[in-house]
């Protein structure tokens, strides 16, 4: 049991290790508002970019693939705190 919890903590580290690269390169521009770990439409984890607007110049900032995964783009607005 101990051995297939480990094979599962080192795959979440890694997805969040290729998470965490891309969002301190996007994250420095104004039209990214985040970076987050989600399934993708093939059923893998994968990292989606949220963008404020949709902006071609952005656009080709962002990779296709970080590390393996799969990397999607949606234009979401700003976001703002709830109150």
């Given at each position: 049991m101990k051995k297939r919890l480990h094979n599962v903590l080192g795959h979440?580290?890694?997805i969040q290790a290729a998470k965490r690269e891309l969002s301190r390169s996007l994250l420095q521009n104004e039209s990214v508002s985040g970076v987050g770990i989600v399934d993708t439409d093939g059923?893998?984890?994968?990292?989606k970019v949220y963008l404020r607007e949709d902006n071609p110049q952005v656009r080709s900032?962002?990779?296709a693939r970080v590390n393996?995964?799969?990397v999607v783009i949606?234009?979401?607005g700003?976001?703002?705190t709830r109150t």
């Open positions: 979440d580290r890694t059923g893998r984890e994968g990292i900032l962002v990779p393996g995964y799969l949606e234009t979401v700003p976001i703002g």
